[in-house]
């Protein structure tokens, strides 16, 4: 069983396009994030929501918005996509320990 | 600010080399670090952790151990594989930070046969 899994795996669109990527998490944690991987391997977070609550909210523009229906999923909509989008944005879960269970990554291209 | 610093990469060793990654941070409280690791095409994988000054974090053959007078983590391995070639990560984290993960730029590691 997956114990973090994010879909799509891969995800080629238009700039100007409108796109979501899923995640769900089966290890009952109760913390979730987002975090951005650029072409330098650099990752950078985005979003972190415990039990369903925002709590880190980055300075990420506001064309990305996170969603978390239950403390197992986290999603990230994309708004008015940019070239600048382009990377591999990966989900993760934990206990605010700092032990974090990583997805295989979502690999957004941007044309 | 919180921070993490990484050696560059990509380093390239022999296998069965000597393998040192170093790591310097800096940081206003207490916090715990982490080493992780990324095989091509994967998330990342915790590696190993330390909590608290002079622990040592373990595990596959890998260590590192949590200096607070040099403010280092650097991570080390007597005899490295093929199999270890990978992008590794070190990591800090703050816990009235609303567990945030501050990540250093990571180093490519390529062993050669």
């Known amino acids: 069983d997956t114990a973090v899994s994010q879909t799509p795996k891969y995800l080629v669109t238009q700039m100007g396009n409108d796109k979501s990527i899923k995640c769900e998490q089966n290890l009952g944690h109760d913390t979730m994030y987002w975090y951005k991987q650029d072409s330098k391997k650099f990752l950078k977070i985005m979003f972190s929501?415990?039990?369903?609550?925002?709590?880190i909210n980055e300075t990420v523009p506001n064309r990305f918005s996170p969603k978390s229906p239950d403390k197992a999923h986290l999603n990230l909509h994309i708004n008015s996509l940019e070239l600048g989008d382009s990377a591999v944005y990966f989900c993760?879960?934990?206990?605010?320990?700092?032990?974090?269970?990583f997805g295989e990554g979502s690999r957004l291209t941007v044309l | 600010g919180n921070s993490v610093t990484q050696m560059e990469g990509p380093v390239t060793l022999s296998e069965e080399a000597f393998l040192t990654i170093n790591c310097t941070y800096t940081?206003?409280?207490?916090?715990?670090l982490f080493w992780y690791v990324q095989y091509p095409g994967e998330g990342l994988q915790l590696l190993l952790k330390a909590t608290k000054a002079d622990d040592k974090g373990s595990n596959k053959g890998f260590e590192a151990t949590y200096r607070k007078e040099t403010t280092s983590f650097h991570l080390e391995k007597g005899s490295v594989q093929v199999s270890d070639s990978a992008v590794y990560f070190c990591?800090?984290?703050?816990?009235?930070?609303?567990?945030?993960?501050?990540f250093g730029q990571g180093t490519e590691l390529s062993v050669k046969p």
């Open positions: 993760a879960s934990g206990l605010n320990t700092g032990e974090l269970f």
């Open positions: 990591a800090l984290m703050i816990y009235n930070q609303g567990g945030k993960l501050i």
């Open positions: 940081a206003t409280g207490y916090p715990s």
């Open positions: 929501y415990n039990n369903k609550e925002l709590i």
